[in-house]
Structures are given as structure tokens and as C-alpha cells.
């Protein structure tokens, strides 16, 4: 009877580490909350990086797994090219989303609604598709006033804090509420004059 207290003492300890490790793998796969570092850059300096520039409607979202990862992919309509060559439609690939009642987030990931407008700065992917360079960083909303060609554009880092590594410091410092047509400006004085800015 002496092994008895013991087994029992077994028992109680395998009984609290099982839902302790449920509970840690549960977490494991809803992916939480991922640190991001956005490092600052210019309008000028994402232009010369960003193989593509576009004004873009958005069509639609879709969420899935691919290698091991939650993705979403959004089709959108290119309205204009700014820099680059683009096919009528593309898809931009972004880290995170739901699928399977799973939920991945990524801080400073973009996320698009059906119907609106933006301004982005693309590169490819090994898929064939498209990411955001940066992240919130070229991502650029469009607002239309009252007026048709009152247009005005928001850069989603204007509420996301980027490292600036002269002050060393993390700050929000997007761009907010210029018209699209100095943001063109910009683009085309960093396209046209390359030592504006660093590569």
C-alpha cells in the first residue's frame, strides 16, 4: 500500500501539466500577435526600391494556408501605373488573416476593403503575385472630398510607428492628407533624379 500515495501523486501532476500543455499548443496554433520593426523610409527612398507603383481599386479578399502560414490575398483593379508594368488585375500576397477559425495578426500588415482606393509600392513574389514594400509604409489611402478631383492621400504609418535611426526612436510619421498629385510629384522627382535619395 505505500506505492499507492505515490501513484496517486503521479497522477495529480500528469492531470495538471495535460491541460497546461493543451493550452500552450492552442496558442501555438492561433499564431498571437507577432512583433513588428518597421524601419522609416522615405517616399523617395520606396520609389527607387518599389519595382511597382500603382493606383489600385480594391476587389476582394481571400484567406488560405500556404506552407505552414495564414495569408491573404487581395485582388485588386490597377487604375493607374505609376512606375513599372502591371496587368489590369494583380494580387497582393500579405502575412496573417483568418482560416479554419484560426486568426493570424501581424502588426502593420495592411488589410484592404472591397471598393476602396490606394496608392501602392509592390514588389514581386516567388508565387508570381505581389507584397506591399514595407508594409503600411507604401500603403497609401485615397479620400475623396466633396469635390471629384479633391483626392487626398493617407500613408498607414501616419498611425503606426516606424524607427527612425537618426533619433532612434519609434514615432508615427506617415504621410497625411496630401493631395495624389504631390505624391506623384514625389514619385517622379525620385524617379527622375535617383541621387535624391538613397538607394
Not at 95 to 106: F, Q
Request: proline share 5%; with cysteine.
Amino acid at each position: 500500500m505505500r506505492g499507492e500515495p505515490m501513484k496517486f501523486l503521479n497522477l495529480q501532476i500528469r492531470c495538471s501539466i495535460f491541460p497546461a500543455c493543451v493550452a500552450l499548443a492552442a496558442l501555438a496554433l492561433c499564431s498571437p500577435l507577432r512583433a513588428t520593426t518597421l524601419l522609416r523610409m522615405s517616399v523617395a527612398q520606396m520609389a527607387q526600391r518599389a519595382p511597382l507603383i500603382v493606383r489600385a481599386r480594391c476587389l476582394a479578399n481571400f484567406t488560405g494556408w500556404d506552407e505552414g502560414e495564414i495569408w491573404t490575398l487581395t485582388n485588386f483593379d490597377v487604375v493607374e501605373t505609376w512606375r513599372g508594368a502591371a496587368t489590369a488585375r494583380i494580387t497582393v500576397r500579405l502575412l496573417g488573416g483568418t482560416a479554419e477559425k484560426l486568426t493570424s495578426s501581424v502588426a502593420g500588415v495592411p488589410r484592404f476593403r472591397p471598393g476602396e482606393e490606394v496608392i501602392l509600392f509592390l514588389e514581386p513574389t516567388r508565387r508570381g503575385d505581389y507584397s506591399v514594400l514595407s508594409w503600411g509604409q507604401g500603403t497609401f489611402r485615397i479620400r475623396r472630398e466633396h469635390a471629384a478631383n479633391d483626392e487626398s492621400v493617407t500613408q498607414d504609418t501616419s498611425a503606426f510607428a516606424t524607427f527612425d535611426p537618426r533619433t532612434r526612436r519609434f514615432e508615427p510619421n506617415g504621410t497625411r492628407n496630401l493631395t495624389v498629385d504631390s505624391l506623384r510629384k514625389q514619385i517622379d522627382a525620385a524617379l527622375n533624379n535617383r541621387t535624391g535619395a538613397q538607394p
